[in-house]
């Protein structure tokens, strides 16, 4: 039994809704496609290849494609994606920390499209613990608390040996 897949051209005709394969328009989206696919590849670390997907994440790629490619204000993250992440370059907080933001938005977005309405609410709950400055304060102080009784219950085991 073989996998159902589709690639580029198919993933190009369910985002533009363009039939026509021939026509100028049509390829010259999926070029741009094709392009962004293998940027993420590239960061990925993964060797560019002839893009396949299985035919069940379709609507996932869709989605993800029209939110990169065609919305102007997610322009900052996509240039974050191509140019910092892809050539390994520095991130700077103050300016690209909004930018990451936007991405774990995108695709949490199209995480959540997927989950039931109970675990809906949950996950934006976790979403949002996730981008907060609040989250790695606590988090920070739970490990301190942690590290600072492994060491109590190991120096009392040391004294005990003695």
Aim: charged letters at 30%.
């Amino acid at each position: 039994m073989s996998i159902k897949t589709f690639n580029l051209t198919d993933l190009t005709k369910a985002v533009y809704g363009n039939g026509d394969t021939n026509s100028s328009v049509f390829e010259s989206n999926r070029k741009r496609i094709g392009n962004h696919i293998k940027k993420v590849q590239e960061m990925l670390g993964h060797p560019p290849k002839r893009f396949e997907a299985p035919i069940e994440r379709l609507d996932e790629y869709v989605l993800l494609i029209r939110n990169m490619l065609d919305n102007s204000k997610n322009d900052k993250a996509l240039n974050l994606l191509n140019q910092k992440l892809v050539k390994g370059k520095p991130l700077q907080q103050e300016t690209d920390e909004k930018a990451l933001t936007t991405l774990i938005e995108i695709l949490a977005e199209i995480e959540s499209q997927k989950m039931t309405e109970k675990d809906h609410k949950l996950f934006g709950d976790w979403l949002r613990d996730q981008v907060s400055d609040d989250y790695y304060i606590e988090s920070e102080k739970n490990i301190n608390e942690i590290m600072r009784i492994v060491k109590n219950d190991y120096l009392y085991s040391m004294t005990l040996a003695v």
